[in-house]
C-alpha cells in the first residue's frame, strides 16, 4: 500500500502512457501501467497529463533590500502556482550574493520560507576565495550589466575559478557601452568570448536567455558537450514591435525582431532549456525603465498553447524543463523514476483560460499576456508526494527544500 496513488496519463520515455504513480514517503515508488492501490489516491481525468515536476533554472526573487518587487515567498509561491517545483535563485539581489556570509542570509531566507524547491546560486566578480569557500548550487557571471549594474571585470578569470556550473549572461560590455540598445551583436559576441574560455577551461557553462539567431549558431557549432543554453518564452512569443507597442516589456537581452525570433523556433528542437528569466518589478520602476518581465506563472501555459496550435509536442515541455536542467547541473534528488523525490505538474491540455496577472501570486502583477486566452493550464503542484497547489489555490505550508545539485554535465 502506497501513501499516494496518482492515476491517469503521464509521460514515460517520452510517450504519453495511462497508468498508476505510486509514491511513498515523498518517494517514487514505482511507476505501473497496472493498478496500485494507495491510502490516497489522485484521479487526474479526462484531458489531464501528469508531467514531471518543471524546474526553472533562471528566476530572480529580489528580496532582501528590494522585498517591494518579490520576496521569497511571494516568488516560490508564484512559481508552484505556475507548475515550477523547483527554481534557481539567482544571486544579483541587493545586496548581491558574493560572499559566503551574505550565501548563508540567503538561505537562511530560503529555509522553511520556500513554497518550492530551491537551487542556490553566487554572483562572480574577482571573489574567487570567497566561491570557492561557498558550497553554491551553480554560479552566476555577467559578461555586461544588467539589473544590479555589476559585471565581471574579468569573465575567463571567474569562469575559471568557479567549483560548479556557470550560467553566463551573454552581453558584451564594449558594445553596451557604445549602443544600450543592446543589438544582437552585443549577444554574440559575448558568446564567442564564453566559447573560448569554454573551449581552454573544458568546465560546464550554461548561457542565459539566448535571444538571437548568431548566439545559438555559434553554440551549437562549437559542439562542446559541456555547455548548455537556455530560451526564454518572452523571446519565443515577442518581438520588438511589441516592445514598441509598450514599454515595459524592456528586458535585458532586449526583444529582437522577427526574424530572429523565428530563428529561435527553428532551432527548438536543439534548445537544451526553456527558462523565464522571472524579473519581477514594482510598476514604478518599470515606469523608470527597469529591465525584467515576470514569468513563472505563464511559461508553462504558454508551452502548453504552443502544444495546442502543434509548435511543440507535450515531451519537449519535459525534456527542456526537467530532463535536461537534471543532467546539465547535476541534479541528484529529482526525476521521473523510482527512488527520486515525488515531483508532479499537473495540466489540463483542453482548459481555456485568459491571463489576468491581478490574481497571481508575484508581487508583480503585470504580465505581457494580460488579457491573452491561452489553451491548456496548470492545475495541480505536486511537492514530495504533496499536493502544494490545487485549482490556482496554495495549499498548505511553506516545504520547499534545497535541491542536491552536482558540479553539472552539459
Request: charged content about 30%; some cysteine; glycine content about 10%.
Amino acid at each position: 500500500m502506497y501513501d499516494l496513488v496518482l492515476k491517469g496519463k503521464f509521460l514515460k520515455n517520452g510517450k504519453l502512457v495511462e497508468g498508476n504513480i505510486g509514491v511513498s514517503d515523498g518517494r517514487i515508488v514505482r511507476l505501473s501501467t497496472g493498478e496500485l492501490k494507495g491510502e490516497e489516491t489522485l484521479r487526474t481525468g479526462l484531458g489531464k497529463v501528469i508531467l514531471p515536476g518543471l524546474i526553472d533554472v533562471h528566476v530572480h526573487l529580489r528580496d532582501f533590500r528590494q522585498r517591494s518587487k518579490e520576496t521569497v515567498r511571494t516568488g516560490t509561491m508564484a512559481a508552484i502556482h505556475g507548475g515550477i517545483t523547483t527554481v534557481f535563485d539567482m544571486p544579483n539581489t541587493d545586496p548581491p550574493v558574493m560572499d559566503s556570509g551574505t550565501f548563508k542570509m540567503r538561505a537562511k531566507l530560503f529555509r522553511g520560507g520556500a513554497y518550492s524547491d530551491y537551487a542556490l546560486g553566487f554572483l562572480l566578480n574577482g571573489n574567487c576565495t570567497e566561491a570557492r569557500r561557498t558550497r553554491a548550487d551553480f554560479y552566476k557571471a555577467f559578461m555586461g550589466a544588467s539589473t544590479g549594474g555589476m559585471f565581471s571585470e574579468d569573465f575567463e578569470s571567474d569562469y575559471s575559478c568557479a567549483p560548479g556550473v556557470v550560467s553566463v549572461h551573454a552581453e558584451d560590455a564594449g558594445v553596451i557601452a557604445r549602443n544600450p540598445e543592446r543589438p544582437p551583436e552585443a549577444e554574440v559576441r559575448a558568446i564567442k568570448r564564453a566559447l573560448k574560455a569554454a573551449e581552454m577551461f573544458k568546465k560546464p557553462l550554461n548561457v542565459c536567455h539566448v535571444s538571437t539567431a548568431g548566439g545559438i549558431e555559434e553554440i551549437l557549432s562549437a559542439g562542446l558537450p559541456w555547455v548548455s543554453f537556455e530560451v526564454t518564452p518572452h523571446h519565443l512569443f515577442l518581438t520588438r514591435k511589441d516592445y514598441e507597442k509598450n514599454p515595459l516589456l524592456k528586458v535585458y537581452p532586449p526583444l529582437r525582431d522577427e526574424e530572429q525570433r523565428r530563428a529561435l523556433w527553428e532551432s527548438f528542437s536543439r534548445i537544451p532549456i526553456i527558462a523565464s528569466d522571472h524579473a519581477p518589478h514594482t510598476p514604478e520602476d518599470k515606469e523608470n525603465g527597469a529591465a525584467g518581465i515576470p514569468g513563472l506563472e505563464t511559461e508553462v501555459a504558454l508551452l502548453l498553447d504552443a502544444v495546442n496550435r502543434g509548435l511543440i509536442e507535450l515531451p519537449d515541455i519535459a525534456e527542456k524543463m526537467h530532463v535536461n536542467p537534471i543532467r546539465i547541473f547535476g541534479i541528484r534528488n529529482k526525476g521521473l523514476e523510482v527512488g527520486k523525490e515525488a515531483d508532479f505538474t499537473v495540466v489540463d491540455l483542453k482548459r481555456e483560460w485568459k491571463v489576468r496577472p491581478e490574481e497571481f501570486y508575484t508581487r508583480a502583477k503585470w504580465s505581457p499576456w494580460e488579457g491573452k486566452k491561452l489553451k491548456g493550464k496548470v492545475v495541480m503542484t505536486v511537492l514530495h508526494g504533496r499536493v502544494v497547489m490545487e485549482e490556482d489555490e496554495i495549499v498548505g505550508k511553506p516545504e520547499g527544500v534545497r535541491i542536491d545539485a552536482g558540479k553539472g554535465n552539459a
